[in-house]
Each structure stands twice: as C-alpha cells, then as structure tokens.
C-alpha cells in the first residue's frame, strides 16, 4: 500500500468520485471479484474508465442507455493486459455491490472491497489478469487480514438472483492456488 489512503503502489490511480465513506461500524472483511466490458464483450476501450469516472458518454453506444444516471465504481479494474488501475482508495466504500448479502449482512459495499476484471462471463480470462489479480489480492490480504481465501467471493455469491459475475470462465481453482502459492511466500 502506498499509503494511509490505501492507494497500490503499483497501480494507475484515477480519482472516482462514486465512493464515500464507510460506516463506522464496518471493518473490511470481503472481496468480491466482478467482471465488466463495454460495450459487453469489447475490450480495451476508454468506456468502463469513463463509467467509474462518471464522464461515459450514453449516446456512444446504443447499449450504454441504460447507462443513464448510474454510479458505479470498483476499487480497482485489471485489464486484459493485466494493468490495474484504481479508482478508490481501500479505505472508502466503493459503489460494486448494489443490493447484496454475505453470510446474513446486507450492503456488501459497506465492509468489502471490489475488483472488476475486463471481461465477459463466459470469455477465458487472460493469465496476465490472474497475475494481477493475485497480487492486489495478496496486497489488500496483508493490510485487511480479515480477508482470508474462504472470504473471497464473486458478485454472484452476493447477489445470486441477479448477478452472474466472474462467470464460468473465471477459473477459481487456478487464482486460489496461486494466491495461496504467494500467501505462503508471506508467512
């Protein structure tokens, strides 16, 4: 971590400003691995930084009207290339979860941090991601230890009967191997 703010010292930082602060109450428990391209299963284009910076542009795409309004953010987005950029500090509550509960607590985005990869649910993710994704995960375990693996999740285990993201493509079984290859590694 970069510093108190929780910025990645290796990542891209954008400034979003769907975020706010967590309730007092609320330690950091959860992460939540999502999936998102726009237009849906396009990528490398400026659209989901434009979305979490608030700037996206509805009428660049006839599917982006539904777009209209929304405030949405992610701690961090990896791309396809395995680039992370950060858009909230860990420390702030970042707009991913919407209506969600894990184990009985509801407002999943009050006590848990969100990553989005660039990706479709059923496109293989790249291994560059999971590299990526291993390491900001193995980052954010160090500074919020509450974070185990069991405690790692996709939008889908939280919102079930509306969210189907990381999908089936997401190999779950390779990124928690790998993370716990690395966990070792920091014992």
Not at 82 to 110: I, M, T
Not at 112 to 141: N, R
Not at 143 to 153: D, E, S, Y
Request: proline share 5%; net charge negative.
């Amino acid at each position: 971590m970069e510093n108190q703010q929780q910025w990645l010292s290796f990542a891209k930082h954008r400034h979003s400003p769907h975020c706010d602060e967590r309730p007092d109450n609320h330690e950091v428990d959860l992460l939540v691995i999502h999936n998102i391209s726009l237009p849906a299963g396009q990528f490398g284009t400026s659209f989901v930084d434009d979305l979490f910076m608030g700037q996206i542009d509805c009428h660049a795409h006839e599917s982006f009207a539904s777009l209209e309004g929304v405030r949405v953010s992610a701690h961090c987005f990896i791309r396809r290339d395995g680039e992370v950029l950060q858009y909230v500090p860990f420390l702030k509550r970042a707009w991913h979860a919407g209506v969600s509960s894990f184990n009985g607590r509801q407002k999943c985005n009050d006590f848990s941090i969100g990553i989005e990869l660039e990706g479709t649910d059923q496109t293989p993710y790249t291994q560059a991601q999971y590299d990526s994704l291993v390491t900001v995960s193995k980052s954010i375990i160090k500074r919020f230890p509450k974070i185990t693996p069991q405690r790692i999740v996709g939008h889908c285990d939280i919102a079930p009967t509306r969210k189907t993201d990381p999908g089936d493509a997401f190999d779950w079984q390779h990124y928690l191997s790998l993370l716990q290859r690395e966990l070792r590694v920091i014992e």
